[in-house]
């Protein structure tokens, strides 16, 4: 079909150009191969942006959604790039909106238990430095070490500590944002409490940059816990009767900070990877933390896993070996993904049904001959199943596939979500009406055009 194209691209680029006067516009193939396609699934929907732009400024961004308005752009934004359902890739003529330079920790107030931080700063920069002054910042996601405090507002990240401490939504008190039409809005504050006006900050927690672009972020800090903190692994026979021992510890009010569970084949793949003796003991492996609460809560905990038939139960109060079995924990994925073409998936049920679902996936697994590594953060019910096939195979294999629809099915009729916190991006996109229902998949797509209503922000993600 012929085009008649008001503008070429070198207008529109020269514009861009002008209109970034803090940041820097990229154009280079390099660069934009780089940032326009990241090492996880992709599909058609996706190409090569016309434009990367570095951020360092509200006026940048500003200026970016003025040309994308004026020459109707899609802007797909970034941060630390660390998507796992291809949330920030690029679209084919798009143009890259990245705030990973805009990392500056602008306060951190002791007395107010708040920081505020721009929307670059790593989640465990920002934990590092709260800690100096005696405080932490809670969520955890795996991507600590890597992933931005935006992306994490943006994506609703958890982590290891939820079961305790609440996902990312459980931590921010406000937001600054940039609106499609070029307002920054600020949303929220510094209050612990607030019971003013509809909760704009918490539609925009998870919003996937579909709604704005995120440019200063205010988080609570929490003091660090007195006592010595306390950190063991138990083992069980298999996932189902270690989801009843996570049942039995989470409801007994020792309000434990870690229950992370990791199937068989999990642990035999961090043996591999770590070349550790794990997998001998038991065909599922429990790592928990306890960061109060003295030895009244640890004896709790013990008389538990006694009842609950946990075998070789280990526990430590050395820094040294809590940061090992921390590291063990983290260090999971890329144990799993060695060599091997992976999908790994992000459901959550409430907690009454996660041991129902960790049957299925194990005698789903065993009907379609599909390999499934399954961990995750057990004590809110959030499960990782991770699918493999070799390499050779560059298609996903349909078995994967339907074991991949049947899972979210399942999840679906427990009463549960198909995304717990690694948001939806344009991986899990076509469920929302399975999801939603009709009625509030219709809602999202009005809030949607309310904000953005030419479409400009990381089109095709989250709703579409």
Request: charged share 20%; proline share 4%; hydrophobic share 40%.
């Amino acid at each position: 079909m012929t085009v008649f194209r008001a503008f070429s691209d070198e207008e529109v680029l020269a514009d861009l150009t002008a209109q970034v006067t803090d940041g820097q516009v990229f154009t280079d193939q390099a660069t934009l191969t780089k940032y326009s396609f990241s090492p996880r699934l992709t599909d058609d929907d996706s190409g090569l942006a016309l434009a990367y732009v570095e951020a360092h400024s509200t006026q940048d961004i500003q200026g970016v959604l003025r040309v994308a308005r004026k020459y109707h752009l899609p802007v797909i934004p970034q941060d630390q790039t660390t998507s796992t359902v291809i949330g920030a890739d690029g679209l084919t003529g798009s143009v890259i909106l990245s705030t990973a330079k805009m990392n500056r920790i602008i306060e951190i107030s002791k007395a107010d238990s708040v920081a505020v931080v721009q929307p670059g700063v790593i989640n465990g920069d920002l934990d590092q430095e709260a800690r100096k002054q005696g405080m932490f910042y809670a969520p955890d996601p795996g991507s600590k070490p890597i992933s931005g405090i935006g992306g994490n507002v943006a994506t609703n990240a958890g982590g290891m500590s939820t079961v305790k401490y609440g996902a990312t939504k459980d931590n921010v008190l406000g937001v600054k944002v940039v609106l499609a039409d070029g307002r920054e809005i600020k949303l929220g504050g510094r209050t612990l409490k607030q019971a003013f006006g509809y909760d704009l900050t918490q539609l925009m927690i998870g919003s996937e940059g579909t709604l704005g672009i995120i440019t200063e972020v205010t988080v609570k800090l929490l003091p660090i816990p007195l006592g010595t903190p306390v950190m063991g692994v138990a083992f069980f026979d298999n996932m189902t009767a270690l989801a009843k021992a996570v049942t039995a510890i989470r409801i007994s009010g020792v309000y434990p900070t870690m229950l992370e569970a990791l199937d068989g084949n999990t642990v035999a793949a961090l043996d591999r990877y770590e070349k550790t003796h794990y997998a001998m003991d038991s065909a599922a492996m429990l790592i928990f933390k306890l960061d109060n609460g003295g030895q009244a809560s640890m004896a709790v905990v013990q008389k538990l896993l006694a009842e609950q038939h946990a075998s070789n139960v280990t526990i430590t109060t050395e820094p040294k070996q809590q940061a090992e079995l921390e590291q063990l924990r983290r260090d999971m994925l890329p144990a799993v993904f060695a060599g091997q073409n992976h999908i790994m998936e992000d459901m959550a049920v409430p907690l009454s049904q996660l041991a129902p679902l960790m049957d299925y996936i194990q005698n789903l697994a065993q009907r379609l001959d599909v390999e499934i590594y399954t961990a995750g953060h057990a004590g809110d019910g959030n499960v990782h199943p991770t699918l493999v096939w070799p390499t050779s195979e560059k298609q996903v294999p349909e078995k994967v596939v339907i074991a991949l629809q049947e899972m979210f099915k399942k999840t679906l009729a427990l009463g549960g979500t198909i995304s717990g916190e690694h948001a939806v991006g344009m991986l899990k996109n076509q469920w929302n009406n399975a999801e939603l229902g009709e009625d509030v998949d219709m809602l999202q797509h009005q809030i949607k055009a309310l904000f953005d209503p030419m479409n400009l922000l990381n089109p095709k993600r989250k709703i579409n």
